[in-house]
């Protein structure tokens, strides 16, 4: 079965101490993971290291950045690199999710280079794709979702792209209160699939874990990640709530 994630995107919210509390009271949680599934927290920066050391040890639960640069290194003042981040040990990347590509200007090209360069550093990118209301209003969305996986993924061979993890997001679902039907959702889920399979074959499309990202909430989780295509979510104000987060997390199929 392919690998089912429940993924936090705390995005920038928090104080450090209020990160570890909510971390804390999840990890107790006594959720059993089965083998397939796994928990992935992306953090804010300064609390990766504090993320990695409590779920070292903790089956199938993981750290995350919510970003990376494009550069292996160099003169980029703020910037962090893939290097750094494996470092201390960090196993996911968030790349390309829409806050960045509308507030800080990143495009497909290079959010290719940033999924290569997590790559070459031995980091699991989450790839974030989606279309804005105006697209989806016009009925463009398969097209605008494929042209986003063909700029930042075609320049994969077939073993690396097995190494991703693909994460849709309707943009007018996010933070809006809108989420779009399951049907919506699956639908959109099988196009990706579909364009993964036309390049790389059937085989290689069923591996990749494919992530709903619109509004994920506990009330809605279980028939999202239950659609044949969605392999769980990249979930964003409700993995800020720890019961909301657990009941995501046992909405894992």
């Not at 949680?29 to 397939?36: A, D, K, M, T, V």
């Amino acid at each position: 079965m392919r690998k089912q994630i429940a993924a936090a995107n705390w995005k920038m919210n928090l104080t450090y101490e209020q990160g570890g509390e909510l971390l804390d009271t999840i990890l107790n949680g006594n959720i059993g993971l089965s083998g397939h599934q796994r928990v992935v927290f992306a953090v804010p920066f300064p609390y990766l290291v504090m993320a990695h050391h409590k779920v070292a040890g903790k089956k199938n639960y993981f750290a995350a950045a919510q970003n990376c640069s494009d550069k292996k290194s160099g003169a980029y003042t703020g910037e962090v690199s893939a290097e750094m981040l494996r470092s201390i040990d960090v196993n996911y990347c968030v790349i390309g999710h829409s806050e960045r590509r509308e507030y800080f200007g990143e495009q497909d090209l290079m959010l290719a280079k940033k999924v290569e360069i997590c790559l070459e550093s031995g980091i699991t990118p989450i790839f974030c794709c989606g279309e804005p209301l105006s697209i989806r209003e016009v009925g463009a969305q398969n097209g605008y979702v494929e042209t986003q996986l063909r700029e930042s993924l075609f320049h994969l061979d077939e073993t690396h792209l097995r190494q991703i993890v693909i994460a849709y997001e309707p943009i007018w679902a996010i933070g809006t209160g809108k989420t779009a039907a399951s049907a919506q959702a699956q639908e959109m889920h099988a196009h990706i699939r579909g364009v993964l399979a036309a390049k790389y074959g059937k085989a290689t499309a069923d591996e990749i874990p494919i992530l709903y990202g619109g509004s994920v909430k506990a009330a809605n989780a279980h028939e999202l990640f239950h659609c044949p295509d969605v392999d769980g979510g990249l979930v964003g104000g409700a993995s800020l709530q720890a019961a909301e987060f657990m009941t995501i997390i046992r909405s894992l199929k």
